[in-house]
């Protein structure tokens, strides 16, 4: 705890973040398991969710009336429900770390989507060398090397579409840029 400050590394499994933080918070015992179980819970039902979008549409439709149930209800959790049973401060400010990730207060997150970011640093976090502006320099060059342009502060109001196919955009200042 230097500088007053309490510092704590997760890793993984999940399970050995529950135990060393039960070894440090031994009163929340309890809360730490509710909130282990319920963790798991929105986990699993966010993976059947990704994996239902991947099945082709009837198989999806047919299996989220079986699994939907489960889903809904995991989906209406919030991290403060899932937090609700921890009394430390200091435990449910930690727990809710990465609140700041998909700018939600713990009231208003879905465990599910807490759940979905925590599980994305499972094996680390990562970010491309350069910086993220190198994702929007990638995808530059290729517009560019395709004929396209790149236009900042353009507001679209509509794709412009041609015999089924996109073929330029409707700009709500009124003008129409059409795609070479």
């Known amino acids: 705890q230097p500088g007053g400050e309490f510092v704590f590394s997760f890793g993984a499994p999940e399970s050995d973040n529950i135990a060393r933080l039960k070894a440090l918070f ?12 319920d ?6 039902a966010a993976r059947q969710m990704f994996a239902l979008h991947g099945l082709p549409k009837p198989v999806g439709t ?13 989906a209406q959790c919030t991290l403060a ?19 700041g990730d998909y700018g ?27 910086g993220p502006q190198r994702f929007a320099e990638s995808l530059g060059a290729t517009v560019r090397a395709a004929g396209g342009e790149l236009r900042t502060s353009a507001a679209v109001a509509g794709i412009e579409m041609e015999r089924g196919r996109a073929c ?3 700009l709500q ?8």
């Open 39 to 44: 963790f798991r819970q929105a986990t699993r």
């Open 26 to 37: 031994p009163d929340e015992a309890d809360g730490l398991d509710r909130y282990a179980r």
């Open 62 to 74: 047919v299996m989220g009336w079986l699994k939907g149930g489960g889903m809904r209800e995991a």
């Open 104 to 130: 939600l207060p713990p009231a208003e997150a879905p465990l599910m989507l807490h759940a979905t970011v925590l599980g994305s640093y499972t094996h680390g976090a990562w970010y491309p060398v350069g």
């Open 173 to 180: 200042s009124g003008g129409v840029e059409r795609a070479p």
């Open 81 to 99: 429900q899932a937090l609700a049973d921890i009394r430390s401060p200091t435990l449910r400010q930690l727990l809710a770390a990465r609140g």
């Open 168 to 170: 330029g955009v409707r």
